[in-house]
């Protein structure tokens, strides 16, 4: 049970780039916790409404001048990553040159991190706990020794690996690793992380919660007017960036083999329009773009229009998909890569979950040419306890629970 209480500490150095789970866990686990401290060292892109609404306190810049002194300095590192990585970004140079601005990289997510906790002892010296929402995946003893604030991380993947000038300074702060609880959200990464921080004491836990807000019938009539979908038509959503490790290119071919019609959502930001444009010409598929970033309110109404989301990612990816917590706290059916064995472990033989062969378009294309069947069962309030997703309430004791124990070694 917890025993703190005093403010819960929510750090997000990501919380400038708009949409993301990580966004709609802060706000969650803010809205958990009235009073909570949020700090957010380049701002909020979705502004500060939500987290006003919850009563937390908000910190968008450093407080006290050690925590000036931090920030500048990891401004001023990036500054020289980016120019580092501009200038050598051809292959041309050997690997430790272009490795280098990276690492200076992890350096200035190091200061930027020491500076936010420093803000945190200044606004909250008695905290519930103190949580870095997205950390980085190196340095973690220099972020707790340079902050002086012991503290949880939720470390989402790894990277970036430390080189070795990066690694002598994780050294030098190692005996401050017991200072900090790693929390990895999937297996996966914390088999990838462990054996590199062997000293840093770490547990798996989800990080996306359930806000118990599934989507509502009347939603999905209204998505699907919003989009001129009709009621009869199936539909299918792909939501987020185009990142390397989405695979993209077995949707493309999955969509080509379709011979039945298929309407294809399409939210997130970046996508590759030479693809778009090809998927339009394809005479089965109807496709409608949201361009991303975009708020909690165009995200429902993307899923809402939908049969099934479709989440399609390169094997080995072993990252929390947001993408599959959405499907499971919103109440839509999910047609699923087997990217990432400890996630279709929990997946097969869910009704609501359809898991295809990564990187084979003819199973998706089978996966789909189903949902003109019939819809697919919904997940239902179940679903988030098969991926491990917790009430945000729930997720806040947790946390508050381990920094108490945290302290207690600490101490």
């Not at 606004?123 to 003893?141: F, K, R, Y």
């Not at 599934?214 to 009709?230: C, K, N, Q």
Request: glycine share 8%.
């Amino acid at each position: 049970m917890s025993t703190r209480y005093g403010p819960l500490v929510l750090i997000e150095p990501h919380a400038h780039l708009g949409g993301g789970h990580h966004q709609r866990t802060l706000t969650a686990l803010a809205a958990a916790r009235p009073g909570a401290v949020v700090i957010t060292p380049q701002g909020i892109a979705d502004g500060p409404g939500p987290l006003l609404r919850a009563g937390s306190c908000i910190a968008a810049g450093p407080v006290g001048p050690a925590a000036k002194a931090l920030l500048a300095a990891a401004r001023a590192a990036e500054r020289v990553s980016t120019a580092g990585k501009r200038a050598f970004r051809s292959r041309r140079w050997p690997l430790p040159l272009r490795r280098l601005p990276h690492q200076v990289t992890l350096i200035a997510r190091c200061l930027t991190e020491a500076g936010c906790l420093r803000t945190a002892r200044r606004l909250a010296p008695q905290p519930a706990a103190v949580v870095i929402l997205s950390a980085s995946e190196a340095l973690h003893g220099m972020a707790a020794l340079l902050g002086g604030t012991p503290h949880l991380r939720f470390i989402h993947e790894l990277v970036t690996t430390e080189d070795s000038p990066v690694r002598l300074l994780g050294r030098l702060a190692r005996r401050s690793e017991k200072h900090v609880v790693a929390l990895y959200p999937t297996t996966a990464v914390r088999d990838r992380l462990s054996p590199v921080f062997p000293h840093l004491p770490g547990r798996v836990r989800a990080f996306a919660v359930d806000d118990g807000r599934p989507l509502t019938a009347a939603e999905r009539d209204g998505a699907r007017a919003a989009f001129t979908i009709p009621a009869s038509a199936t539909a299918v959503c792909l939501v987020g960036g185009w990142w390397p490790y989405k695979d993209i290119a077995t949707v493309d071919a999955a969509l080509a083999r379709l011979t039945k019609p298929l309407h294809v959502l399409v939210c997130g930001t970046p996508l590759d329009d030479a693809v778009l444009e090809r998927w339009h010409r394809l005479p089965r598929v109807r496709v409608h773009t949201v361009p991303g970033p975009v708020g909690e309110d165009v995200l429902r109404l993307v899923y809402a229009a939908a049969d099934a989301a479709v989440v399609a990612r390169c094997p080995g990816t072993g990252k929390e998909s947001g993408l599959v917590m959405d499907a499971a706290r919103l109440d839509v059916p999910l047609i699923v890569s087997d990217h990432d064995p400890d996630l279709t472990e929990r997946l097969i033989g869910q009704p609501w979950a359809q898991v295809f062969p990564a990187g084979a378009p003819g199973a998706l294309a089978a996966a789909l040419a189903a949902l003109a069947d019939g819809p697919p069962e919904r997940p239902g309030p179940k679903a988030s306890t098969v991926l491990d997703m917790l009430p945000a309430a729930e997720q806040a004791a947790y946390l508050i629970d381990t920094y108490t124990d945290l302290i207690k070694e600490y101490r």
